[in-house]
């Protein structure tokens, strides 16, 4: 059993416009922008998880891998400044605040995992597994594997896998407006 919590700060500034940027707004009208548009971002978020695994020879020929995964996640004190309205394309004289742009969020998420990992002669060996990942803003997604690797002669292997995987989308890609 694994209990942690852990935190993450991330800053940036990138300027997203040079000089002299040209562009059309959605009325068709023009602009230009004199001076380098900049954005600063502090995104902060923490998590708190909880796992359990159990690893267990079953039989001489099958080891089992299980597990299961709580954890709640979320963001805090964030942060997004710019010297231009990205809506409105309107300058600011410094790095203000950008007005709904970012929003505090957070997350909880289940896992459950199974592996079993059969021996099937002294040269091929078959695992299969599958996770069950239940996201409370993302929903719940299913990754199945299987792998058959075989011996060779002249200390090669031969490893055939499928597989299908899930990333949990940040909040960034799901939640912040920038």
């Known amino acids: 059993v694994t209990a942690g919590i852990t935190g ?17 707004l959605l009325d068709g009208r023009r602009f230009v922008i004199d001076t380098a548009v900049f954005l600063s971002t502090r995104l902060r978020s923490h998590r708190r998880y909880l796992e359990a695994q159990l690893d267990r020879q079953l039989t001489p020929d099958h080891q089992l891998l299980a597990g299961l ?3 709640r996640e ?11 309205n990205l809506r409105t ?3 600011f004289e410094k790095l203000d605040p950008l007005p709904d742009a970012l929003r505090s969020v957070s997350r909880r998420s289940f896992g459950l995992y199974a592996q079993d990992s059969w021996t ?59």
């Open 69 to 71: 995964l709580l954890d």
């Open 8 to 24: 993450n700060e991330r800053s940036e500034l990138f300027e997203i416009l040079p000089p002299k940027f040209e562009g059309v």
């Open 120 to 178: 099937a002669t002294s040269r091929v060996t078959v695992t299969g597994g599958a996770r069950l990942d239940w996201l409370s803003d993302a929903g719940t997604r299913l990754s199945p594997r299987l792998i058959v690797a075989a011996q060779l002669p002249r200390d090669l292997t031969l490893k055939v896998m499928y597989g299908s995987a899930f990333r949990a989308p940040t909040f960034a890609e799901l939640y912040f407006n920038l």
């Open 89 to 91: 394309r309107q300058p």
């Open 74 to 84: 979320g963001t805090g004190d964030l942060e997004a400044l710019s010297n231009l």
